[in-house]
């Protein structure tokens, strides 16, 4: 099972525990650049929180909260940078990561099997005007493209202005395999 908007990860994560086991194995190895997450063990703590919501073990909601609670702004270097920590923050950290590793264990999956391409659905709630929705969304789209543009944007912190899953924080499309 894969999901169809960002809002499903959570129950596809949960019957296939194949993806599921990638996608904790992505959180626990993969670097996460990112100024919210810089200062002590605040990367680990976060790690912790997402590997719990992939398992289901809290919800999305949950997960906010945590966040908010267990990487404190005032401990950040960045406390007083409102452009770092806006309304919201902790929302968009765990949207933003959780889309990244899931699409990121697909698009690997995909890749190893010899997939080419992948298909990417449109999503009830997405953003009529953004760059995923009219570039992306509803078409096939090369599976190395788009890893590669993932893991050069949230790995690298080559951020760019190529439509990319997840190109935003509240970016509710996901990749799926063409069936």
């Given at each position: 099972?894969y999901a169809?908007d960002?809002?499903e990860?959570?129950?596809a994560l949960?019957?296939?525990?194949?993806?599921?086991?990638?996608?904790?194995?992505?959180?626990?190895?993969?670097?996460?650049p990112?100024?919210?997450?810089e200062g002590?063990?605040?990367?680990?703590?976060?790690?912790?929180?997402?590997i719990?919501?992939?398992y289901?073990?809290?919800?999305?909601?949950?997960?906010?909260?945590?966040?908010?609670?267990?990487?404190?702004?005032?401990e950040s270097p960045?406390s007083n940078?409102t452009?770092?920590?806006?309304?919201?923050?902790?929302e968009?950290l765990?949207?933003?990561?959780?889309?990244?590793?899931?699409?990121?264990?697909?698009?690997e999956?995909?890749q190893n099997?010899?997939i080419?391409?992948c298909?990417?659905?449109?999503s009830?709630?997405?953003s009529?005007d953004?760059?995923?929705?009219?570039?992306?969304?509803?078409?096939?789209?090369?599976?190395?493209n788009?890893?590669?543009?993932?893991?050069?944007?949230?790995?690298?912190?080559?951020?760019?202005?190529?439509?990319?899953i997840?190109?935003h924080?509240?970016?509710t499309h996901?990749?799926?395999p063409i069936?």
């Open positions: 099972m169809n960002f809002f990860i959570p129950q949960k019957s296939n525990e194949l993806l599921r086991t990638k996608v904790e194995e992505l959180i626990k190895t993969r670097p996460m990112g100024k919210a997450l002590d063990n605040r990367v680990e703590k976060f790690k912790e929180i997402l719990e919501v992939i289901s073990r809290i919800s999305l909601e949950n997960s906010y909260e945590l966040v908010e609670n267990n990487l404190p702004i005032a960045h940078n452009r770092v920590f806006p309304s919201g923050w902790s968009r765990v949207r933003i990561q959780l889309s990244r590793f899931y699409n990121q264990a697909v698009l999956e995909l099997n010899n080419e391409v298909f990417i659905p449109h009830e709630k997405e009529a953004s760059k995923c929705t009219t570039e992306l969304a509803g078409k096939q789209n090369n599976v190395s788009l890893l590669n543009l993932l893991i050069d944007t949230y790995e690298n912190g080559n951020f760019t202005t190529d439509a990319k997840p190109n924080p509240h970016c996901v990749i799926k069936q």
